[in-house]
């Protein structure tokens, strides 16, 4: 069995002794604190923090994080506090401690709730100290290790989270030895047949090829030993999740995922990387379309390496990756490779460019979990960002900006600053003004133009792809929703007291804090939100606020209401007041408006049909006026009777366009062979143009019949 002494051996060749000392000494107190306690397989439970701990010394991690190993269960587990912690070993290990520990003292309604705030908790620790994460992907790994004591149903709950989150975490901060084996331990664990045929299908393969192998390698080391190029060549495996995902996505045999050679050759230098490739292209013809260069723009990660395929013997493809030594540890270990991580110093001669994307990445989480609803929401969030197919783009300034792929525009508006998100209205790609929803490619290079009114539009979450541009959105639009709910509310609630003869800046201030106390809210803006949302009838409001003898009969209440200012509208309020698509109302129309819970005033003309049952109730029909000043379109659906022809809607479409007009819809049903109904949604600006356009369409010879659509 594994030791702590064993432990202290491996330390030595890269920690001075004081430190392996306190290693040592935190591995004691939580073997005490531990005492007695068991693993579900029987062992001590004090082997698990020392595996843990096995695993960070693996990647060279410092005293601290292996401490913070020993010691990583001992908050949530034992009666050991945080406190206790800073005493004895320091407030950087108490931190650690603590942000690997999940929320034990608070009861939770379900088990996806639980993890998520667990999740939220740690993202939080992560942005003080990034080894938060490095010690609880180790954690993770021992725990999938010996998951073989655990029920079916609760390996498959920690495999699927594992495969989720912690394996993509791991990929996105470049440890992929971790990476690797947490996803072949969830596969295993979620499939185990499926797991267990391709790993003896791998064997078989792996015999039956090894001639060719070595065969392929030993002409690839000769081509660089000729060429006085100093590099060793090895052969890379392919991982057994990585073998199911090929042959379940690209419908595949096993045998064609399997004929696909690939070695790995390091070196020492950045220019020794580029003459080598042009060596191996020499030696065999590469596949065109198959080369990447992730040395000069890296992967968001900090991943580096080139990678080419070469047609081999009996044109069997090779798959071929080029790297330094430096390369090779960081892209096995990630910001974790050569940590030095000691007092007074910040930079590491490698992976400090890779730890900075790190912090940065975190930093893009912490924005997430301000703009989410809640921890469910976030976590969903943070499995969306964490997709590794990545894209390159250009600033106009020339610096790269990484993006997953089939990334929008608007996400990249997003991740140069949630401000230029929030206002942009367009966009030139390569100088060229393109949609925001064009879908991005690598090499594209992007500007975003700006408007100081400008909003999020909803229509953005339905093609943008970050999750820092989708939180931001939907934070943006509830932001929105509850300053124009706030508006319509004072604006409801006046035109409620204006049959008073008061108006709500004519109040008392101890009369608004009695009914805001009495319904439990906490702000003025809270109550003029559910006003303006519906959740509470203005009327009803003016009435407790007055406490006065107001009126009590229907006809009386009615009367009141009646009393007050129609609200005036310019089809300009947001999302807090639409159109009904019933009546399809323009200005110049006489219109109602329809207090409807949740969304706010409904706009509908005065004689709508689906207004029947609300005439008689004051509080959910007012009168609405339009403003003198509106600038926007309308839409409006018109009905065609007309001869069927060829080119009718090229024509009808051309007409439109001349009027300054746009078309939402159009529907044609043939009423016989020679007579057909157009169905037209037309965006205009008022009835009067309305009225232009119809008078145009009746001048059509083959036009017939228009109405204007009525409920």
Not at 88 to 116: C, H, M, N, R, Y
Request: aromatic share 6%.
């Amino acid at each position: 069995m594994f030791t702590i002494d064993d432990l202290a051996d491996r330390l030595g060749g890269y920690l001075p002794p004081e430190e392996i000392l306190h290693v040592k000494r935190a591995f004691y107190y939580a073997e005490q604190a531990h005492d007695g306690q068991r693993r579900r397989s029987g062992e001590p439970y004090v082997t698990h923090p020392l595996a843990v701990a096995n695993i960070l010394a693996n990647m060279h991690m410092d005293h601290q994080s292996l401490m913070a190993a020993m010691l990583h269960d001992v908050i949530e587990d034992t009666g050991v506090t945080k406190e206790a912690l800073t005493q004895q070993f320091g407030e950087p290990v108490a931190e650690l401690v603590d942000g690997v520990s999940k929320l034990t003292q608070i009861t939770f309604e379900d088990k996806a709730v639980a993890q998520a705030e667990n999740f939220q908790k740690m993202v939080l620790a992560m942005s003080q100290d990034i080894r938060v994460i490095i010690v609880k992907l180790a954690d993770r790994l021992h725990n999938m290790r010996t998951l073989g004591a655990l029920r079916p149903d609760k390996k498959r709950r920690i495999a699927r989270e594992t495969l989720e989150i912690y394996a993509r975490i791991a990929g996105r901060l470049g440890i992929n030895t971790i990476r690797v084996e947490l996803e072949d331990l969830s596969f295993q664990a979620i499939h185990p047949m499926r797991a267990e045929r391709i790993k003896r299908a791998v064997t078989k393969a792996r015999g039956n090829r090894r001639s060719m192998m070595r065969q392929i390698q030993d002409s690839l080391q000769k081509c660089l030993d000729d060429d006085a190029l100093g590099g060793s060549v090895v052969g890379r495996q392919k991982h057994l999740l990585s073998i199911y995902r090929k042959m379940r996505d690209q419908r595949k045999p096993f045998a064609e995922i399997m004929d696909v050679f690939g070695f790995r050759i390091i070196t020492d230098d950045v220019d020794t990387c580029y003459r080598i490739l042009g060596a191996v292209h020499n030696l065999y013809k590469p596949v065109p379309g198959r080369f990447k260069d992730y040395i000069a723009i890296p992967k968001a990660n900090g991943y580096q390496s080139l990678h080419t395929t070469l047609f081999g013997p009996s044109g069997m493809p090779v798959e071929v990756q080029i790297r330094t030594r430096e390369m090779e540890a960081m892209a096995n270990n990630g910001i974790a490779a050569h940590w030095l991580y000691k007092a007074g110093q910040t930079e590491r001669p490698i992976g400090a460019g890779s730890h900075a994307r790190a912090r940065e990445w975190v930093r893009g989480l912490l924005e997430m979990q301000r703009h989410a609803g809640n921890s469910l929401e976030f976590i969903e969030h943070v499995k969306n960002d964490l997709f590794p197919d990545d894209i390159y783009v250009f600033t106009p300034k020339g610096d790269i900006m990484e993006l997953p792929g089939g990334a929008t525009a608007v996400d990249f508006a997003y991740s140069v600053h949630t401000d230029i998100g929030n206002s942009c209205i367009a966009c030139r790609i390569d100088r060229h003004l393109a949609p925001l929803s064009s879908t991005l490619e690598s090499g594209q290079t992007l500007e975003i133009i700006t408007a100081p009114g400008a909003r999020p539009n909803l229509a953005w979450l339905n093609f943008v792809v970050t999750a820092k541009a989708r939180s931001a959105i939907r934070h943006a639009l509830k932001h929105q929703q509850r300053t124009e709910s706030v508006q319509l509310g004072r604006r409801l609630l006046n035109r409620a007291l204006s049959a008073f003869e008061t108006s709500l800046e004519e109040l008392p201030e101890h009369r608004l804090a009695a009914i805001l106390e009495e319904l439990d809210l906490k702000h003025e803006d809270d109550l003029l939100e559910s006003i303006g949302l519906g959740t509470r009838m203005a009327y009803a409001i003016a009435r407790r606020l007055l406490e006065c003898n107001a009126p009590e009969t229907a006809e009386e209440v009615a009367t009141a209401s009646r009393s007050g200012m129609p609200i005036v509208i310019n089809g300009a309020e947001g999302m807090i007041i639409s159109f009904a698509r019933c009546c399809y109302p323009l200005p110049g129309d006489p219109i109602v408006g329809h207090l409807s819970v949740g969304k706010g005033i409904v706009v509908h003309r005065h004689d709508c049909g689906n207004l029947r049952e609300l005439r008689d109730d004051p509080d959910k029909l007012f009168a609405l006026e339009w403003s003198q000043q509106i600038d926007q379109d309308f839409p409006v659906a018109l009905r065609l009777h007309v001869e069927t022809r060829r080119g009718l809607v090229a024509e009808l479409a051309g007409l439109v366009t001349d009027a300054d007009a746009n078309i939402e819809r159009i529907g044609i049903e043939e009423r016989d062979a020679r007579l057909s109904i157009v169905n037209l949604t037309l965006a205009v600006h008022d009835r009067v143009h309305l009225a232009s356009i119809m008078k145009r369409l009746r001048n059509l010879p083959h036009v017939g019949k228009i109405t204007r659509v009525r409920s």
